[in-house]
C-alpha cells in the first residue's frame, strides 16, 4: 500500500484518501513497524503516534492537538486498537466542544478521573457498610472466642455450651437486630429442657461477650438500641426454688488439707478450757 508522505526529522503519514481524510481499520491494521515514531494524521487536529513494543506489535497513541491560553497543547484520545477507532474520534470531537465551551479538555477529564475514584471509593464504602450491617451473632462469637475471652479449659466448656445451645438459636440473627425476646427465648427452652445451671452459666457468658461487643467496632456502632443482655434478669427465669449445686472431686491434697483442719479445730476445742466462745469441731 502506498500513502502520501510528507518528510521530516519522522514522517507525517496520510491515509489513501490523502491529506484532510480519514484512516480506515484496513489501513491502521496494515501499518507496519517500520513506521514506528512516525505521525499518521487523521484530520480534523488528530494524530496518531505509531508505537512497538518489544514483541514487534503496533499500536497508535492518537491525540488531538489544540491550544489553550496561547499555548500548543494536546488532549489524549486513545491507543489503537485498544479502544476503537471510532471512539477515539469521540473523544476529540468531545474534547473539541468542551474547548468551544471554554472548558479545559485536559482539566475536565482529571475531574472525571476524580469523580469515578470517588464512586469507586463511595462503592466500597457501601459494600463495607452492608457486610457490616449484616454480621450476625454467629460472626460475634467467633470473633469473642478468638480474640475475646480465655477460660483456663482453653473455652472448651464455653464453646461446647454456645455451639449446644446459643448458636443454633441465635446464631443467623443480625447482631442489630439481636433483643431482649431473643435472648430470653434461648434461656427459657434451655430451662424447659431442665438444664437451668447451663442456662445461668450461658446468660452470664453472652453477656460478657456482649459488654465485649459494646466496647470494640465494628459491633458498638451495630449495637445502637444498647445491649439487651442487660435487659434480661436470668433469676426471674428459673425456678423459685432454685439452688446452684456443683459437685467437684478433690484431689488428695486438698482431702488431707481438709482433715489437718478438721483435726485442728477438734484439738483446739478439747484443749480450750473455756469451751464458751471456742469454735466447735
Not at 137 to 160: C, P, Q
Not at 174 to 195: F, M, N, P, W
Not at 214 to 240: D, F, S, T
Request: with cysteine; net charge positive; aromatic share 8%.
Amino acid at each position: 500500500m502506498e500513502w502520501s508522505a510528507r518528510a521530516g526529522a519522522d514522517m507525517t503519514r496520510y491515509p489513501k484518501s490523502g491529506k484532510g481524510g480519514q484512516w480506515t481499520i484496513a489501513e491502521l491494521n496494515a501499518v507496519p513497524p517500520s513506521w514506528k515514531g512516525d505521525s499518521l494524521n487523521d484530520g480534523g487536529g488528530l494524530t496518531g503516534e505509531v508505537r512497538v513494543n518489544k514483541a514487534g506489535q503496533v499500536s497508535i497513541r492518537f491525540r488531538w492537538a489544540f491550544t489553550w491560553e496561547g499555548k500548543a497543547t494536546s488532549h489524549f484520545c486513545g491507543n489503537y486498537p485498544g479502544t476503537k477507532l471510532a471512539a477515539i474520534r469521540e473523544e476529540r470531537d468531545r474534547a473539541r466542544n468542551l474547548k468551544k465551551a471554554g472548558i479545559d479538555p485536559r482539566a475536565a477529564k482529571k475531574v472525571a478521573r476524580i469523580e469515578a475514584r470517588e464512586a469507586v471509593d463511595a462503592k466500597i464504602r457501601e459494600d463495607e457498610h452492608r457486610r457490616t450491617e449484616a454480621l450476625t451473632f454467629l460472626d460475634l462469637y467467633e470473633t469473642w472466642i478468638r480474640d475475646g475471652v480465655s477460660r483456663s479449659d482453653g473455652n472448651k466448656y464455653i464453646a461446647g455450651s454456645f455451639r449446644l445451645h446459643a448458636l443454633p438459636v441465635l446464631g443467623a440473627i443480625q447482631i442489630r437486630h439481636l433483643t431482649e425476646h431473643d435472648l430470653r427465648g434461648c434461656y427459657r427452652s434451655i430451662i424447659v429442657a431442665g438444664k437451668i445451671a447451663t442456662a445461668v452459666e450461658l446468660s452470664k457468658d453472652i453477656g460478657q461477650m456482649l459488654r465485649w461487643a459494646e466496647k470494640r467496632k465494628p459491633w458498638r456502632g451495630l449495637l445502637v438500641e444498647g445491649n439487651p443482655a442487660e435487659l434480661v434478669e436470668i433469676n426471674k427465669l428459673v425456678p423459685a426454688d432454685y439452688v446452684k449445686e456443683r459437685d467437684r472431686q478433690l484431689s488428695i491434697e486438698e482431702i488431707a488439707r481438709l482433715k489437718a483442719i478438721f483435726d485442728g479445730t477438734e484439738l483446739a476445742y478439747k484443749d480450750s478450757k473455756r469451751k464458751y466462745g471456742t469454735e466447735r469441731p
